[in-house]
């Protein structure tokens, strides 16, 4: 069953360039300065409980959310997923697509007739959301918080949901085990040795769009031993050639998003504001896929690892020592 695109949006064009900036839109979420933990308990909008028979077809409106789910095994409670749940591959496949996140629809979403609307912080526009609140849908948000504990929060908010909490205790449980463990060995890498990088979101003519901080792509670059070399403001923004030049970074981090060209390895280290870099100069330039990194779900602790395995080849911190010492039981 697929919802039509036309149902969804004005034009085909229009979800298209929604779907392609889903990313930024994420990061650029004023949620990202929320340092609180999450609800104990997950109500709806208006601070009620959840119904009974909420878990029963749910609507997922956000990649993390969804790939929790599936983690879960509660797949069949998912009645439908919107275009940022491209893990794992089968859900934008097996399941109805109401769209990208940031612009729903209400005539599509209603239309299947939900139980529960689980949705990531940022999801809207206000005014669809405000109509399947008069419809009298459910509607649940779960709060964005870009380190260990927001994982563990979001995963026990959708079990709760989804009435998955046992196996979102053993999920978490696992989550944080590799979370610790891989924590406890980025604590070692001296000071002097930490890579400063720059994540490059797009680039388009002569300006950079990087990121800077209390964003998801500074976390993760924090929580692998990495420093972001951009501080001086919040968030995605343009930045000068002379800013690139002057913060010098040692490794440059930039994502792919399916569906969206990413710019060429060589498009990337000759543009003018990072030839002259020891990133460029080194040939250090590292691709992750876009959810992969910057997802905040279950996978983040081997996508730290990987980064990590980028920035400190020698220190063997990465995902193959990681996850088979943990297996072995020799972590700890």
């Known amino acids: 069953m697929k919802i039509s695109v036309d149902r969804l949006h004005s034009s085909l064009k229009m979800v298209a360039l929604f779907a392609s900036f889903s990313c930024v839109a994420l990061l650029s979420s004023p ?6 933990h ?103 948000s779960i709060p964005a918080r870009y380190d260990a504990q927001g994982i563990i929060d979001k995963i026990q908010l959708v079990g709760q949901a989804l009435a998955a909490q046992k196996e979102a205790r053993h999920l978490a449980d696992q989550v944080r085990k590799d979370l610790d463990l891989l924590q406890s060995k980025v604590a070692n890498i001296p000071p002097a040795e930490k890579k400063k990088v720059l994540f490059l979101f797009s680039l388009r003519g002569d300006r950079l769009m990087v990121s800077g901080k209390n964003s998801q792509a500074s976390a993760i670059i924090e929580m692998a031993g990495g420093e972001n070399v951009m501080t001086s403001f919040d968030g995605f923004k343009p930045v000068s050639n002379e ?36 990133a460029a100069q080194s040939g250090s330039l590292v691709v992750m896929p876009g959810m992969y990194l910057l997802g905040f779900g279950p996978r983040t602790a081997h996508a730290v690892a990987d980064l990590a395995d980028h920035l400190y080849p020698d220190h063997n911190l990465g995902s193959s020592a990681l996850f088979s010492e943990q297996k072995t039981g020799s972590a700890h």
């Open 243 to 278: 800013a690139v030049l002057s913060a010098d970074p040692d490794v440059i981090l930039m994502m792919s998003r399916a569906g969206t060209p990413t710019a060429s390895r060589e498009q990337v280290l000759s543009h003018p504001a990072l030839s002259a870099t020891k």
């Open 38 to 140: 999450a609800q104990s308990v997950l109500t709806d909008a208006n601070g009620q409980p959840l119904p009974e028979n909420a878990s029963e077809k749910v609507v997922s409106v956000g990649g993390s959310l969804t790939e929790i789910a599936y983690a879960l095994g509660k797949e069949d409670a998912l009645i439908a997923v919107d275009t940022t749940s491209v893990f794992p591959p089968r859900a934008l496949k097996d399941k109805p697509n109401v769209g990208y996140m940031r612009a729903l629809s209400a005539e599509g979403i209603l239309a299947l007739e939900p139980t529960l609307i689980l949705a990531e912080d940022g999801a809207g526009p206000a005014d669809v959301i405000a109509l399947l609140q008069e419809a009298r849908v459910p509607f649940a």
């Open 31 to 36: 949620q990202l300065h929320a340092q609180n």
